[in-house]
């Protein structure tokens, strides 16, 4: 068994939102240990690849609107910090429409005779809503945008992701990803003339997202903050996405340590405070004490390891979040690039994935000279049964359809490589939100305790959210310390 220093701090898990909270606690002069299972840092932002070929479990892009973030993430990447135009296409009945939705664009997209069954399915929703609030995604987007665009456009590619019955998933994904536009809206924004009253659909817009009823832009926006998710260009790392994680380690490397291979499978509480955490490293068990802790491992996996047990309806809550996971095939391939899109999506069912990136559209340096890679995203659950076919069989099997879409010739394959991740989307199924609050509830509960993080707080956060929360949760711990430091100095004054 090993100590830490009696004042540290101790972070679960080195993703972006445990390094953001150790990068800040280190150049604030604290003490803190960073617990890694893995064994190497990043979690779902690291870059991994082989002889010369490089990729990200799944292409990451870094948008912001905090300038402070972006400053530090910047300063990370020095001059192998890139700007990469956006431009991401959904693949539908052989034709290829912009990504995220642009309603016009897949409106006038199918031809006058759908296009006519939209407008009407569009009115009959705004003139006959239906009553209920909606809750799930599938009421949601028709009442967004009408009976036949969730048919035609929304359907299929939401129950891919997440593996559920559209009536099952809730709308809070699928609202922010398109913003809280209406149909009618989007055809407005796009018009060469100002219509009257345009300003003021904005402004209730605006007013709705930040007071009133809770809408579902505003749930949505409670989930992730407010993501420029429309902008034109992104930051990358020349190679890699891994890089911001590996630049973060390495500033705190310089003054405090950071444990891969260390697995937390006990976190030990009494009284309301956490006292210490058991890993397991290579086989052995340590105990780390520390004076605060900051979680950023998976939220269920956190209340299992709790000892004493949480109450009975704490465990059932955690043990009713589930997360949807991913498996990613990379095939490196000889010759020119094969796309010109950040992202390509794969709506249809007849295809097994759902998404493809070319990392060398990114940054050339993911691929030796004369030769780039395709990475193709299977959304699937841990233990399904593709994820348990063989890499070989996998790689066959999407080479095979590659070819039949028209994306690439497989002769031209030089190798692959295939990825199982878990945990890649806390998997919002309705009613995950009142969990959610039974377990925070009880997490309250612990003074020294802060969670952070996409898994870690079990919401759908891009990097610099999770990166945010991870710097928010450190300085939590800062001003708690500044306060009371300053006690006995008022008390000495009184
Ligand atoms: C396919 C895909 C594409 C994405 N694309 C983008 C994008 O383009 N732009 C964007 O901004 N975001 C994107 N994201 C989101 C981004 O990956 C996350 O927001 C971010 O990586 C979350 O960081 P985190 O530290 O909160 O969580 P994680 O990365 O999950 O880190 C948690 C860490 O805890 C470790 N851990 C777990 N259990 C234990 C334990 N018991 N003990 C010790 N350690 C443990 C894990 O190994 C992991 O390293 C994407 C995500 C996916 C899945």
């Known amino acids: 068994m090993s100590m830490a220093p009696n004042d540290a701090v101790v972070v679960l898990g080195a993703g972006l939102a445990g390094l953001a909270a150790g990068d800040e606690l280190t150049r604030a002069g604290r003490s803190v240990t960073v617990l890694e299972a893995g064994e190497a840092v990043g979690g779902l932002s690291r870059t991994v690849g082989r002889d010369g070929f490089r990729y990200d479990l799944g292409g990451h892009r870094f948008l912001t609107d905090d300038a402070e973030l972006e400053a530090l993430v910047r300063q990370i990447l020095g001059p192998d910090c890139l700007a990469v135009p956006r431009s991401s296409k959904i693949l539908m009945g052989g034709r290829y429409f912009d990504y995220p939705l642009r309603p016009l664009n897949a409106f006038f997209g199918f031809g006058p005779v759908t296009s006519a069954r939209i407008l009407f399915d569009y009115a009959r929703e705004r003139l006959w809503p239906i009553a209920r609030p909606p809750v799930n995604l599938e009421d949601w987007v028709v009442r967004q945008f009408g009976r036949a665009m969730f048919d035609i456009y929304f359907r299929d590619y939401s129950e891919k992701v997440w593996g559920l019955d559209c009536r099952r998933i809730d709308m809070t994904w699928v609202a922010q990803r398109i913003q809280g536009l209406s149909l009618g809206e989007a055809i407005a924004r796009a018009l060469p003339i100002r219509l009257p009253g345009r300003r003021e659909v904005d402004a209730q817009r605006q007013g709705s997202l930040r007071g009133g009823t809770r809408s579902g832009a505003q749930r949505a926006r409670e989930l992730q903050g407010d993501l420029p998710t429309l902008t034109s260009r992104f930051l990358y790392p020349r190679l890699g996405i891994g890089q911001i994680a590996e630049g973060l380690a390495?500033?705190?490397?310089?003054?405090?340590?950071?444990?891969?291979?260390?697995?937390?499978?006990?976190?030990?509480?009494?009284?309301g405070r956490v006292?210490?955490?058991?890993?397991?490293?290579?086989?052995?068990r340590h105990l780390l004490r520390g004076t605060q802790f900051v979680s950023t491992i998976p939220l269920?996996?956190?209340?299992?390891?709790?000892?004493?047990?949480?109450?009975?309806?704490?465990?059932?809550a955690a043990s009713r979040l589930g997360s949807r996971d991913l498996l990613t095939v990379a095939v490196m391939l000889r010759g020119p690039r094969v796309t010109q899109h950040t992202w390509i999506y794969l709506p249809d069912k007849s295809v097994p994935f759902g998404r493809i990136h070319e990392p060398t559209n990114w940054s050339p340096d993911m691929?030796?000279?004369?030769?780039?890679?395709?990475?193709?995203?299977?959304?699937?659950?841990?233990?399904?049964a593709l994820w348990s076919r063989g890499d070989a069989d996998i790689a066959q099997e999407t080479l095979e359809h590659l070819a039949r879409l028209d994306i690439v010739d497989p002769g031209r394959a030089v190798g692959h490589e295939v990825q199982r991740i878990a945990n890649a989307y806390p998997l919002f199924e309705v009613g995950y939100d009142e969990h959610c609050r039974t377990i925070n509830d009880y997490l309250c509960g612990f003074a020294n305790l802060h969670t952070a993080g996409r898994n870690g707080?079990?919401?759908?956060?891009?990097?610099?959210?999770a990166m945010l929360a991870g710097r928010d949760a450190a300085r939590a711990i800062l001003a708690r310390q500044a306060k009371e430091e300053a006690l006995p100095a008022v008390q000495l004054t009184a």
Do not use: Q
């Not at 269920?300 to 059932?316: F, I, K």
């Open 275 to 284: 006292e210490a955490v058991e890993v397991l490293e290579r086989g052995e």
């Open 300 to 316: 269920p996996a956190l209340v299992a390891a709790l000892s004493p047990r949480p109450p009975a309806a704490v465990l059932a």
């Open 250 to 271: 390495a500033r705190i490397r310089e003054r405090n340590a950071i444990r891969t291979d260390s697995r937390v499978h006990k976190v030990h509480h009494a009284h």
């Open 457 to 465: 707080m079990f919401r759908y956060f891009n990097m610099d959210r």
């Open 367 to 384: 691929a030796p000279p004369g030769h780039t890679l395709l990475v193709i995203e299977y959304f699937c659950f841990r233990g399904d």
